[in-house]
């Protein structure tokens, strides 16, 4: 019986929202595994630290500054990587914001076009980018960062909480219509990950209390741990997973039932 194949040797992974937290995570590990990684974030500094990083630990990383809510942006970071690497096998979608933390009722128009621009519509603008390469290649792999919060409300992040809804609804679209190009699409959902994201909850301590009541784990999540399931989507071992969604929660869905 063979083994799943986790090996990325070979392959070249884009990566957005890899400055920091989850989306350098996945990068280092996408490295470690063999995959050459560009980086992609709105700050050169942090992008190069994240490159040596990964070189230091025998990596090859390419950084490159770009805001997925600029379509010509895109366009010459798609651009750039093929040059660099002769094209794009996966892509994991990360980059997100969250201008407006209240009651939904408090927003503004600005705040819906702002998130919804770049959570929804740059992970659109992304794949679009990228699915040509993967054809090109004979198949790729789509991974879409979404959150708990697209599967159930969250205090304060009622805009952010639709757009990650709409992410999973992007995702499914995507592999039904990209299936025959053999280029698989899947989103992972984390629960509360311990990143500068989401510091405005664990930097509560009021806030952060009562989420650590709803964990039956009781904790939050390192972005490391997204890590193993992050290889699996992008690697020949999810070679018929498609439409689906991870998710990494320590149980926060189905809540603290008993106790």
Known sequence: MSQPDF???????LITGASRGIGQAIAEAYAAAGAKVV??????????????IIRGNGGEALPIVAHTGDDEAINA?????????????????NAATNPHFG????AEESHWDKILDVNVKGYFRVAKGCVPSMQARGGGKIINVASIAGLTP?????????????????????????AGDNIQVNAIAPGFIKTKFSAAIWGNPQLNEAVMKQIPQGRMAEPEELTGIALYLA??????TTGETMLIDGGQLIGNALG
């Open 77 to 93: 970071l798609v651009a750039q990587a093929t040059e660099a690497y002769g094209g794009i096998d996966i892509v994991v979608n």
């Open 235 to 240: 690697s020949g071992a999810s070679s018929f």
């Open 154 to 178: 969250q205090p304060g992040m009622g805009i952010y909480c639709v757009s990650k809804a709409a992410v999973l609804m992007l995702t499914k679209v995507l592999a039904a219509e990209l």
């Open 7 to 13: 090996d990325l040797s070979g392959k070249v992974a």
């Open 103 to 106: 009651p939904v009722m408090t």
């Open 39 to 52: 980086l992609a974030s709105r700050k050169q500094e942090s992008l190069d630290e994240v490159a040596e």
